[in-house]
């Protein structure tokens, strides 16, 4: 039997990811095994695709519009391929743009309604934009939303940057009770003391009941579990879907200034979900 992975599109292949719809043949046609073993290969989505096409409508849907996303943000997410596309060298690149009226425009890209996940391994290579003003992540939110609301879906936060901190990402997670500012959170700088923007980085959580475990190229930075949450709700056991976006500008990375050089783009190598090691 062929055993190869078409990590073109997110592809399923155990129960700890599950698709709302089917995505092509799940693995080459075969059913999902009854467990996955240690560090499977449970989905993935490589970017491969020519130059200019729209990402995988099997797999990523968009945020559309403007508002603040209630973080006092300024730029208006799209579904164009001038905010949102793959290189035709196997990235995805999301792109921040200043327009000629003065307003910004970018893109968020979401698995809700397609691909979850619960548990695992979630890890994307990432090459982050720089500059004041600008607000990278990747990130998941509890599929329940539409039902419960945030934060009671919960939101695992695997990689954020803020422009005016180059050389360091953020690790948080939120929920009823510790939301927003006070959401329980880790920061991890680049030991080169490098900007993250310089290059590609391995962002990854391991997620496994009652813990979050956030990495960098594969080195932890901190464990969150049920007894850092008091007597709030832990509700991080149930699916979530995946997030990508550049934010640009709100209250937390402020606003872009006269030293942010615009369009700023973020790199997407590769986001996969793994059974847990």
Same mark, same amino acid.
């Given at each position: 039997m062929d055993d190869t992975v078409d990590r073109r599109r997110f592809m399923t292949s155990g129960v700890a990811v599950t698709a709302a719809a089917v995505l092509g043949a799940s693995i080459l046609g075969r059913s999902a095994p009854a467990a996955a073993a240690a560090g499977t290969l449970l989905a993935a989505d490589e970017f491969d695709g020519p130059a200019g096409s729209a990402p995988n409508s099997a797999v990523w849907r968009f945020d559309l519009g403007a508002g603040g996303w209630g973080n006092g943000e300024l730029q208006t997410y799209t579904d164009s391929r001038r905010n949102a596309a793959l290189d035709g060298a196997g990235n995805l690149v999301i792109t921040a743009r200043r327009e000629a009226d003065?307003?910004?425009?970018?893109?968020?890209?979401?698995?809700?309604?397609?691909?979850?996940a619960q548990y695992?391994? #979630?890890?994307?290579? #990432?090459? #982050?934009?720089?500059?004041?003003? #600008?607000?990278?992540?990747?990130?998941? @939110?509890?599929a329940d939303i539409g039902s419960v609301g945030w934060p009671?879906?919960?939101?695992?936060?695997?990689?954020? %940057? +803020?422009?005016?901190? *180059?050389?360091?990402? !953020?690790?948080?997670? !939120?929920?009823?009770?510790?939301?927003?500012?006070?959401? +329980?959170?880790?920061?991890?700088? %680049?030991?080169?003391?490098?900007?993250?923007?310089?290059?590609? !980085?391995?962002?990854?959580?391991?997620?496994?009941?009652?813990? /979050?475990?956030?990495?960098v190229d594969g080195a932890a930075y901190r464990t969150v579990t049920r007894q850092d949450v008091g007597a709030n709700?832990?509700?991080?056991?149930?699916?979530?879907?995946? /997030? @990508? %976006?550049?934010? +640009?500008?709100?209250?937390?990375?402020?606003? *872009?200034?006269?030293?942010?050089?615009?369009?700023?783009?973020?790199?997407?190598?590769? /986001?996969? /979900?793994?059974? %847990?090691?």
């Amino acid at each position: 039997m062929d055993d190869t992975v078409d990590r073109r599109r997110f592809m399923t292949s155990g129960v700890a990811v599950t698709a709302a719809a089917v995505l092509g043949a799940s693995i080459l046609g075969r059913s999902a095994p009854a467990a996955a073993a240690a560090g499977t290969l449970l989905a993935a989505d490589e970017f491969d695709g020519p130059a200019g096409s729209a990402p995988n409508s099997a797999v990523w849907r968009f945020d559309l519009g403007a508002g603040g996303w209630g973080n006092g943000e300024l730029q208006t997410y799209t579904d164009s391929r001038r905010n949102a596309a793959l290189d035709g060298a196997g990235n995805l690149v999301i792109t921040a743009r200043r327009e000629a009226d003065g307003s910004y425009t970018s893109a968020r890209l979401k698995t809700e309604g397609t691909t979850t996940a619960q548990y695992g391994r #979630i890890e994307a290579r #990432i090459r #982050i934009p720089r500059g004041q003003g #600008i607000w990278p992540a990747f990130w998941m @939110l509890g599929a329940d939303i539409g039902s419960v609301g945030w934060p009671a879906c919960g939101e695992i936060d695997v990689m954020e %940057n +803020v422009g005016y901190e *180059p050389a360091v990402v !953020h690790g948080t997670v !939120h929920g009823p009770g510790y939301s927003g500012a006070q959401g +329980v959170s880790a920061a991890y700088r %680049n030991p080169t003391g490098a900007a993250f923007a310089d290059g590609f !980085h391995v962002f990854g959580v391991d997620w496994r009941p009652d813990a /979050v475990t956030w990495t960098v190229d594969g080195a932890a930075y901190r464990t969150v579990t049920r007894q850092d949450v008091g007597a709030n709700p832990w509700v991080f056991d149930k699916p979530f879907f995946v /997030v @990508l %976006n550049v934010a +640009v500008g709100g209250s937390w990375p402020g606003s *872009p200034d006269a030293s942010t050089r615009f369009p700023q783009q973020m790199t997407v190598d590769w /986001v996969r /979900v793994s059974s %847990n090691a």
